[in-house]
Nanobody, 127 residues
Framework: QVQLVESGRGLVQAGGSLTLSCAASGGTVSNYGMGWFRQVPGREREFVAAVSWSGGTTYYVDFVKGRFTISRDNAKNTVALQMNSLKPEDTAVYYC????????????????????WGQGTQVTVSS
């Protein structure tokens, strides 16, 4: 069973950048589809970005396209989320997730596709 630990929490000003990292243990990220989700209090956890098991396909929610980039480092067994041009509305707890679903599909944009979750890391963007 894979365990996921996020890092990179921080407070940044609007327009700034931040990189989140997700370290996996008990499994290798190259064997999973990997995703990032976020949640603010009182709202549903929402999809942000995902990379397919093969690494060949990435998915982004519309409001982060062109600003966020998901990447996977198989050698380090990590998945990163590079976030640029941050906005106050990006403030949330960000979660890393892994799925054994081994296809490139829009299913990777659904939180119910993921079996494994990290504990989350706080990102705060000030205006």
């Amino acid at each position: 069973q894979v365990q996921l630990v996020e890092s990179g929490r921080g407070l940044v000003q609007a327009g700034g950048s931040l990189t989140l990292s997700c370290a996996a243990s008990g499994g290798t990220v190259s064997n999973y589809g990997m995703g990032w989700f976020r949640q603010v209090p009182g709202r549903e956890r929402e999809f942000v970005a995902a990379v397919s098991w093969s690494g060949g396909t990435t998915y982004y929610v519309d409001f982060v396209k062109g600003r966020f980039t998901i990447s996977r480092d198989n050698a380090k067994n990590t998945v990163a989320l590079q976030m640029n041009s941050l906005k106050p509305e990006d403030t949330a707890v960000y979660y890393c997730a892994a799925t054994s679903f081994m296809y490139a599909s829009d299913r990777l944009m659904r939180k119910d596709a993921y079996e494994y979750w990290g504990q989350g890391t706080q990102v705060t963007v000030s205006s």
